[in-house]
């Protein structure tokens, strides 16, 4: 009896556990009776259903993250960029999500990835690399939601936002884009360097002609400053002279004298009565 009784217990508590199921305020619950719903479950709180009869299915009712694989898409320009995306969304039917998907996420996130993948590329095909990178991302994301809403209106999901992470240039057209801004660099430290050369000739001519004129006053101010000093030599020596007009003749003549004969192997051939001895031959006048 004591079995019988532990048997009857343990069914019970079996048939009453099978019985019970809790939703919690991150879910929501379908009942299904053989395969078919019956009840829509949100309110959070422990519920009743008939064991062996009906059967729950439970989803997450917050926001669902779709962390796109990167995608390779061609530009207006034809050129190839590898985008990195993701996608916000989360259930807002739950019936249409379980009748359209099974309630299979994973189901869910390989439709929304072509669908995304679809968008992205007819917005990319439209514009170019710089409208991409630049000013039209969240154009781009507010076409690809508006065109995804209609294709997933049937699947009883709504998506909350679409962005893109990060847009890379395939190898191919990095090198050339690269190339390309070597080229403009290139181009623009030869202007640099051009006008650096004409700014350094200006600077240098202008330079060459004020050294130019320098000299030239210099010059002119060293002649004149000679000029008044052989001025002023030939004054001091005209007023000796006429002190001593005898001495000075003499002083002259040593003069002469020490220049002429400075040298040993100097030879002179003169009249001896010429004035140049006169001061040896007091007879010449």
């Known amino acids: 009896m004591q079995k019988i009784g532990l048997l009857i217990i ?21 009942k299904l009776r053989l395969g078919e719903i019956v009840t829509i479950e949100e309110s959070p709180g422990l519920k009743f259903k008939m064991p062996f009869v009906n059967n729950i299915v439970k989803f997450d009712n917050r926001i669902q993250t779709l ?73 781009i994301m507010s076409n690809i939601v508006r065109l995804a809403k209609e294709d997933i209106a049937q699947f009883g999901i709504e998506i909350i936002d679409v962005r893109i992470k990060r847009i890379d240039l395939s190898q191919e057209v990095s090198n050339s884009v690269y190339r390309r801004m070597q080229a403009e660099r290139q181009r623009v430290a030869k202007e640099f360097r051009s006008k650096g050369a004409e700014e350094a000739e200006i600077i240098r001519a202008a330079a060459d002609k004020e050294r130019t004129i320098i000299l030239a006053n210099a010059y002119r101010d060293s002649e004149k400053i000679r000029g008044e000093g052989d001025a002023v030599g030939a004054n001091n020596y005209a ?16 003069e002469s004298y020490k220049k002429s004969f400075s040298n040993q192997n100097n030879i002179l051939v003169l009249n001896p009565n010429t004035k140049f001895f006169r001061h040896f031959n007091p007879q010449i006048k």
């Open 10 to 30: 343990s069914v019970l508590f079996l048939v009453l556990s099978s019985a019970l199921y809790t939703v919690n305020e991150i879910q929501t619950v379908i």
């Open 67 to 139: 962390d796109a694989p990167a995608e390779r898409f061609l530009t207006g320009e034809k050129k190839n960029v590898i985008v990195d995306s993701y996608v916000k969304w989360r259930i807002i039917d739950a019936e249409k999500f379980y009748k359209s998907t099974g309630g299979n996420i994973a189901r869910t996130n390989n439709r929304l990835t072509q669908i995304i993948k679809t968008g992205l590329k007819s917005e990319f095909s439209k514009r170019t690399i710089a409208d991409v990178v630049s000013g039209e991302r969240s154009e």
């Open 239 to 254: 007023q000796a002279y006429n002190k001593n007009a005898d001495f000075y003749a003499f002083y002259r003549a040593l």
